[in-house]
């Protein structure tokens, strides 16, 4: 037992020694996150970083905080960028950024943990319960470091050694001849990588013009731009070629977006009218031309033509339905029209019994005669509307007229029986049967208004 206390004072000690070490001066900027490209350019993201998709997405900031200062969305593809170089820079970045805010006050709860979980060992007569605490705290100290952003990570690998000492011989003390301890402490290494300072405010407009050239979405082009314009502006005149690079950029872009933005919005205006006339070909010829005006323009807006030339497909497919909409038109046209002069004809007869219809209606008597007559006259509009044959586009039309007849010819059967002998009851369902079949009469006319004329698929 005396070798086993020899190691735990050991690491006693160790860990004191390690609280009393102060940690890493912190690098000039925390906040300042670096984006690598495979060209060996890079820029700077203020903050956190995010990948969606294709995409890298992140925020350059500009200029200074005590002068002038933009920050701006960026969208970069992340096949142009060093993402493995990027990646380790920002954890060597969170890492530091941990160490200078909470990692020591942490790390200092941990060894005070592990100094009273070793207390209580060499305070313990119970063989078993020693060897647990001990393993217990090697497993802690062991997966601390990597659940802590790699802080005190070569500390705590000679800590974990120690404990593994101390492990064996508990072990041997207890009697056990064969065992094995994985002695490879599983603390993450600490990052290699050399931590910059924030730029300075030229050094941020330079990148905003890196930045500006290599998203591939024209409006933060723009915005990058016009904010590195006016940061510029603010720096010294020995900057001067500085702001008139920026200048000049910005004025090559803004004739650009504009050149794309006419394209764009004339392309989809006569893709609109086409889809209206449903001619598809003049689509694919307007596709073409687009993809050769983007040519000309030097391809410098990929993501909004690529965008554009699939919705100008979309409109294709739209104006195929329209132009088989108009030829099913054409072929039909004849035969809506005939349709549509006999349903007028029965409408018409219709009204003519108006009174007679409304005075069931309103629970009025009507004159035996007028009813008898109507009911005959309703008779022949239901026998005519059986002899059509209209087209499938009036079928759900056709069906409308004929069971607002059949509710028309139901309630003046019962208004003839009313006429005979009053019942409220009777009057109330007359009345009803009357109304419906106006409803759908005039649902009817309305849908086949409609349907006169070619569907539309816009």
């Known amino acids: 037992m005396l070798s086993v206390f020899r190691s735990t004072g050991i690491l006693t000690a160790m860990i004191v020694i390690g609280e009393a070490i102060t940690g890493a001066q912190s690098p000039a900027s925390l906040d300042v996150f670096w984006i690598f490209l495979h060209d060996g350019r890079v820029l700077s993201s203020q903050g956190e970083f995010a990948q969606v998709g294709d995409d890298l997405v992140f925020v350059v900031a500009q200029g200074r905080q005590d002068g002038e200062e933009s920050h701006d969305l960026v969208t970069v593809p992340v096949a142009l960028v060093n993402m493995e170089r990027t990646v380790a820079y920002a954890t060597a970045l969170r890492a530091a950024k941990y160490g200078a805010t909470r990692g ?6 941990l060894t005070a943990g592990i100094a009273r979980a070793l207390t209580a060992l060499q305070e313990s007569d119970d063989r078993d319960r020693r060897l647990g605490i001990a393993q217990v705290a090697r497993a802690r100290l062991a997966s601390w470091s990597e659940n802590h952003f790699g802080y005190r990570a070569a500390e705590l690998r000679q800590l974990v050694s120690l404990l593994d000492e101390v492990i064996v011989q508990l072990k041997a003390a207890a009697g056990v001849s064969h065992f094995s301890i994985d002695f490879v402490a599983q603390t993450a290494p600490e990052p290699a990588v050399t931590l910059r300072s924030a730029p300075t405010p030229a050094e941020t407009v330079a990148m905003a013009l890196t930045a500006a050239s290599v998203t591939e979405v024209g409006v933060e082009k723009l915005a990058l731009l016009r904010s590195a314009r006016n940061v510029a502006a603010t720096l010294p005149a020995a900057r001067e070629g500085l702001l008139a690079e920026v200048e000049r950029v910005l004025a090559d872009e803004t004739a650009v977006e504009t050149a794309y933005r006419t394209l764009i919005r004339s392309a989809l205006t006569r893709a609109d009218l086409a889809v209206r006339q449903g001619r598809p070909a003049v689509i694919r010829q307007l596709i073409l031309d687009v993809e050769a005006r983007d040519a000309q323009l030097g391809h410098r807006r990929a993501r909004d033509m690529a965008r554009t030339v699939q919705r100008l497909w979309r409109e294709s497919g739209l104006a195929v339905d329209q132009k088989a909409a108009l030829d099913r038109w054409a072929s039909i046209k004849g035969q809506l029209q005939a349709y549509d002069k006999r349903v007028q004809a029965v409408v018409r007869t219709w009204e003519s019994d108006a009174s007679t219809l ?32 209209p087209p499938e586009e009036l079928r759900e039309v056709h069906g409308l007229f004929q069971s607002a007849l059949q509710l028309a010819r139901q309630g003046l059967v019962i208004g003839q029986r009313l006429a005979v002998a009053a019942n409220a009851s009777l009057a109330a369902n007359a009345s009803s049967a009357i109304t419906g079949a106006e409803l759908l009469r005039d649902q009817g006319l309305a849908d086949l208004a409609i349907a006169l004329k070619p569907r539309r698929v816009r």
């Open 358 to 389: 409304s005075a069931v209606r309103e629970g009025r008597r009507a004159g035996p005669a007028s009813l008898d007559a109507a009911a005959r006259r309703f008779a022949a509009l239901d026998r005519t509307l059986k002899t059509l044959h």
């Open 104 to 109: 020591e006050s942490e790390y200092q709860t």
